[in-house]
C-alpha cells in the first residue's frame, strides 16, 4: 500500500498551566489516505480541535506538541520552523474553522481576500488571480460571481461565507482540509448544501478531509472512515457504516445509541451514566472505565492499546486477542442492553 | 450617506446650541456685566445708560437670540480686563495654540503607533516592557509635572553644568542641549498668523512644550493600538489567514493592523480636540502666549466674555473633529456603508 | 450557591456574597503572584496611612502659620551642604517643613479625590440607575447630556465650574465664606461633576442587561419598588466593573485637583496640597531651590503610579477574557 497522506504517531499535546500541564490529546495514531475523508468525533474537550491545530501547526501557545510525530507524504512536519510551515499551510494543508462570520477579514472584499491568498502561493499575476477567484466562486456556487468577488464579508448570508471559506481553503488545491466543524454555525437547512457541497468538491479534486465534528449525522453523510475520540484518546476507529451499525467500543455503542434515527421504534435514548472526564481528572487506565457497564479490573489499571479489530481498530481489553473471549463474543457483550446482561466466560 | 451627514450635522448644531446656553448662563449667573466693565468713579446714570445700551434690559431670550447672531458673526464681545475685543484677542492668540497642538497630536501619532504595534506583536519581550513601563509613567504623571521635570532637567540643570572632561582628552559640553523654557522664541508672522516653526529659536522653543502636551496622548494612543492589536491577533480572521499560509507580514499588516487602527481612529480624533484645552496647562508651565493661557487669566480674574467664547470656541472644534472622525470611519469601515440606516457608532 | 453568608436574620448578604466570591478566586490569586501590584497596593495603603494619621506622623504642622519661621524659608535637605538636620527635606518659601508639607499635602490631595470620586460614583451610577430602568424620554436625555459632556475634558469642565462658582462668590461679596472651605468645596464638586459619566453608561449597560433577566421582572410583579430592584439586586451585580472605575478615577482625581491647585485656582497656599506646593516652588526653580518643587512632585507622581498599577491590574484580573 502506498504511503497514506497523513500519518499521526502517538501525537501527544500539552498545556502547561498554573494547575499543573494539561494533556489534551494523549498518545494518539491515525492515518488519513489520498482522498479519504476521516471524520472525527466526539463531545466537546474530547480533543478533536487540538488534534486538527496540531496538525496544521497553529496551535496556540502556551499549547504544544511534547511528543509524537506529524507526517505528510511521509515527511515529518511537526518539527518544521514557523516559515517552513508557513509555506505548507495553504499550499498543502488548509483549513475550514467553526463560524464563517468571524473567518472572514471584515474590512477587505472576498476577492482581494482570494487573490491574497493565490499569489502567496503561486505566481499568477494580479488579473489571472482574480480570474482565479472568480472561477472559485463559480465553483462553490456563488450566483453573478464576478459581481460578488468586489462584495465584502458582511454582504454575503451565512450558508455563502461558508461557501467563500471554503473556496479559500481550496483555491490552491491542497492534498488535505482540516474541516473543524464546518456546518455547527450554520442553519440546519444550509448544513445539508453545505456539507455536499465539501464532498463534492473534495471528490473532484481528490482533497483528503479530516473532518472534526461532534455531530455524527455529518459524519454517517461524508465520512469513509471515522475516529471516535474520548477524553484525548482514540476510542475506536473503523470505515463509517461498520462503526456506527456495529461499534465495538462501549463508548461509541453508548453514542450511537443516544442519537434519535428516525424509523425506529420509539424508546428511550440510551444514555451513558457520568460524563466525560476533565483533563485534570482522567482516571487511570482505560479513561472510560468509570462509565463502562462491562469495565473489569484490567481497565481499570492498565490503558488500552489500539488493538486491531476486523476493519478497524479499538482501544478496549474486551478484544485482546489474548483473550479467551472471540471478538464476536465481545461485540455481543458491548451491544448487550444494560437490563439483559450476556452471561460471559471469563475474560 | 446623505442621510448619516445630515443627521450628525443636526447633532452638531444641537451640541453648539447647548453650549451656547451654558455660556450664556454664566454671563446671568456671575452678575452684573456693567460693574465689571467701568471703574467706580461712574455714575449710576452712566450704568443705566450702559445697561440699556448693551441691551441688558431686554428679556432673557432676546439677550440670548442677540448672543448667538453675535457669535456667529463673530462678534463676542469685549472682554471685562482687558478692554479689548475678545475676538481679536482670540484670533491674535490662536496660532499659537493651534501650532502647539497640531505638532504635539503629530508627535504623539508618529511615536505613538508604531510604539503600540511593536508592543502589540512583541507581547514579551524586554523592549516591549519598557515602552510599557514609560507608558505607565506618562499616563501617571500629570501634565504640569512633565513640563516641570522637563524645565528642570533641560533648562535648570543643563544650563549649571559644569563641561564633562572625558578621559582629561577633551570636554563634553552639555549646555548646548539646553533648551529654552517659556515664550515662543522668534517668530515670523505670515500675515496675521504668527508662527514660530519657520525659525531654529522658534523650533527649539517648540520641543518642550509639544513633549509635554503630547506625552499623555502618546500614551493613549500606544495602549490602546497595543489593546487592540492584542484583540484583533485573536480573531478568528487572523487564524484563518495564517490557516491560508500568508505570510506574517500580511497577517499583521495587512490584516491585523487595519482591523486595529479603526478603532484608534475614532479616539485620535476625540484626542485632538482635548489636547487642544490641555493646552492651557502646558501654556502655563511654559508662558506660551496662547489661548489657553488667555483662558486661565479670564478665569482667574472673572472674565466672563473671554471664558464663554473659549467655550464656544472648544464646542465648535470638538464637533468639526467629531465630523471629520466620522466620515473618515465611513470611509474606512466597509460596514459602515451599506446599513446607512444602522450606524450606531462608536460613542 | 453552597455557601452563601447568611445574616442573623436569615437572608443572604448580598453585599458579603460577591465579597468572598472575590476572595476565593482567582483574582485575590493573581494579585498575590504579581510583586509589582503587591508593591503599588502597599504604597497605596501607606499614603492612605499618612493621610489618615498625619497629623500624628508628621514632625511638623506646617498648617500652623504661628509656628513658621521665616527666617528659616527655603533650606536645602537635610542632606546638602546648608542643610538643617530639623529640616529632612529643606523648607519652602514660608518656613514649613517640606515632609510635614508632603505628609499634609497628600492629605489634602486624597481627601479632595475621594470625596470627588464618591460624588462621581452616586451620580454616576444613580443616573446610571434611572437611565437603564426607566428608559425612554429620561433614559436618551441623560445619555445625550453624558455624550456632550464627554467631548469636553473633564480639567476643562472642572476649570468652568471653579471658575463660575469663586466668580460667583467673589461678585457677591455679602456672602462670607471661608476660602479655604469654599475652595474644597468647590474642587469636590468641580471634580465629582465632570467625571460621572463612565460611572454612568457602564452601569446603565448592566442595568438595561439586568432589567431584561427573570428575576427583576419578578420582582417587579410582586410589586417590589423599583428603587429596592435597583439597588439590591441590580447594584451588587455592577460593582465590579465600578470599581475599576473607581480606583483610576481616584488617580485622575488626585491629578485634577494637583493640577487645578497648579494653575492657581484650587487649594489656596496657605493650607496647600500637593498641587499648590508645586506651583509655589515652580517660582524658586530657576533659582536653584528645587526640592520645593521637585519633592512634592515626586510624592504626587508616586502616590498616582501606585494607583494606576493597582487599577491596570484590577482591570486584568476582573476582564473575564483574559482568564
Known sequence: ?347 | MVAFIIRRLLQSLFVMFFVALVSFAMFQFIGDPVNQMVGVETSLAERAALRERLGLNDPMVVQFWHYIVNAVSGDFGISYQHKRPVAQMLLERLPATLELSLVSALLSLVVGIPMGVYTGLNRDGFLAKVFLTISLIGISLPTFLIGILLIFVFSVTLANIPPISVLGLFAIDLSVLQLPSFGRGTTVDLGWWRTGLLTSDGLKALIMPSITLGLFQLTLIMRLVRSEMLEVLRADYIKFARARGLSNRAVHFGHALKNTLVPVITITGLQIGSIIAFAIITETVFQWPGMGQMFLQAVQNVDIPIMAAYLMLIAFFFVVINLIVDMLYYVVDPRLRVDTGKVSGHG | MADVPVTPAGRPAMILYPLRRFFDGDVWASFKRSPITVGAALVTLLYFMMAAFGPWIAPYDPFDLAKLDLLDSLLPPAWSADGDPRYLLGTDDQGRDMLSAIIYGSRVSLLIGFASVLLSMVLGIGLGLVSGFVGGAIDAFIMRMAEIQLSFPAILVALLINGVVIGYFKTHPEWQVDQVTLAYVVLVLSIGLSNWVQYARTVRGSTLVERGKEYVQAAHVIGIHPVKIMLRHILPNVMGPVLVIATIQLALAVIAEATLSFLGVGVPPTEPSLGTLIRVGNDYLFSGEWWVTIFPGAALAILVLAVNLLGDWLRDALNPKLR
Request: hydrophobic fraction near 40%; glycine fraction near 8%; aromatic fraction near 4%.
Open chain 1, 1 to 347: 500500500m502506498s504511503t497514506p497522506l497523513l500519518q499521526v504517531r502517538n501525537l501527544v499535546v500539552e498545556f502547561p498551566t498554573r494547575r499543573g500541564t494539561l494533556t489534551a490529546v494523549d498518545d494518539i495514531s491515525f492515518d488519513i489516505a489520498e482522498g479519504e475523508v476521516l471524520g472525527v468525533v466526539g463531545e466537546s474537550g474530547a480533543g478533536k480541535s487540538m488534534t486538527g491545530a496540531a496538525v496544521i501547526g497553529l496551535l496556540e501557545p502556551p499549547g504544544r506538541i511534547a511528543a509524537g510525530e506529524i507526517l505528510l507524504e511521509g515527511r515529518r512536519i511537526d518539527n518544521l520552523p514557523y516559515e517552513q510551515m508557513r509555506q505548507i499551510r495553504g499550499r498543502h494543508i488548509g483549513a475550514i474553522f467553526q463560524d464563517p462570520l468571524t473567518s472572514l477579514n471584515p474590512l477587505y472584499s472576498i476577492g482581494r481576500q482570494l487573490v491574497e491568498t493565490i499569489q502567496t502561493h503561486t505566481d499568477l499575476s494580479s488579473t489571472r488571480a482574480r480570474a482565479r477567484a472568480v472561477e472559485l466562486l463559480a465553483e462553490v456556487g456563488i450566483p453573478a460571481p464576478e459581481r460578488r468577488v468586489d462584495q465584502y464579508p458582511h454582504q454575503f448570508s451565512g450558508g455563502m461565507r461558508q461557501r467563500v471559506v471554503i473556496a479559500l481553503a481550496l483555491c490552491v488545491n491542497p492534498r488535505l482540509i482540516i474541516a473543524d466543524e464546518p456546518t455547527t454555525a450554520l442553519d440546519v437547512s444550509i448544513q445539508a448544501q453545505i456539507i455536499a457541497l465539501l464532498k463534492r468538491l473534495c471528490r473532484e479534486h481528490g482533497t483528503a478531509v479530516m473532518l472534526v465534528t461532534h455531530d455524527m449525522g455529518v459524519i454517517a453523510e461524508t465520512a469513509d472512515r471515522v475516529a471516535v475520540m474520548y477524553a484525548g484518546r482514540i476510542a475506536e476507529v473503523g470505515p463509517v457504516r461498520e462503526v456506527i451499525k456495529n461499534a465495538k467500543h462501549p463508548y461509541t455503542h453508548g453514542l450511537m445509541g443516544s442519537i434519535p434515527a428516525i424509523g425506529h421504534d420509539a424508546e428511550r435514548l440510551e444514555q451513558i451514566p457520568g460524563s466525560m472526564p476533565r483533563l485534570t481528572d482522567i482516571p487511570p487506565g482505560c479513561a472510560f472505565n468509570p462509565r463502562c457497564l462491562h469495565a473489569f479490573d484490567r481497565c481499570r489499571r492498565e490503558r488500552p492499546e489500539l488493538i486491531p479489530v476486523e476493519d478497524g481498530r479499538v482501544s478496549c481489553w474486551l478484544y485482546d486477542p489474548a483473550n479467551a473471549m472471540s471478538v464476536d463474543e465481545a461485540k455481543a457483550v458491548v451491544s448487550a442492553r444494560a437490563e439483559t446482561p450476556v452471561e460471559r466466560a471469563d475474560v
